[in-house]
Nanobody, 123 residues
Framework: QVQLVESGGGLVQPGGSLRLSCATSRRTFSTYTMGWFRQAPGKEREFVVAVSRGGSSTAYADSVKGRFTISRDIAKNTVYLQMNSLKPEDTAVYYC????????????????WGQGTQVTVSS
């Protein structure tokens, strides 16, 4: 059973920062590619970023390049999404996901999903 537990969402002003966390088991952390997706109200879910199971490769959506950074803490079996220079259009529920595929950027390739955490960017 793969469990993914997100945390760190909240309300932030435009230009601000947030860090999301996705905690999982050691086995999942070392076996699966981990990704972040988001879904805004009335919109389809979209890919944000992914990191390979070894941590050596990453893939970012163009809309977040240069502003968002994914990282991994091996000791805590946790993947982080550091979000800087946030914009109102970043408002969405953010989901952590895991896949056995290598750096998949399509949600359909992910086998496991967290419960989601709300990020709201507003003044």
């Amino acid at each position: 059973q793969v469990q993914l537990v997100e945390s760190g969402g909240g309300l932030v002003q435009p230009g601000g920062s947030l860090r999301l966390s996705c905690a999982t088991s050691r086995r999942t952390f070392s076996t699966y590619t981990m990704g972040w997706f988001r879904q805004a109200p009335g919109k389809e879910r979209e890919f944000v970023v992914a990191v390979s199971r070894g941590g050596s490769s990453t893939a970012y959506a163009d809309s977040v390049k240069g502003r968002f950074t994914i990282s991994r803490d091996i000791a805590k079996n946790t993947v982080y999404l550091q979000m800087n220079s946030l914009k109102p259009e970043d408002t969405a529920v953010y989901y952590c996901a895991a896949t056995t595929d290598s750096l998949a950027t399509t949600g359909g390739n992910y086998n496991y999903w967290g419960q989601g955490t709300q990020v709201t960017v507003s003044s």
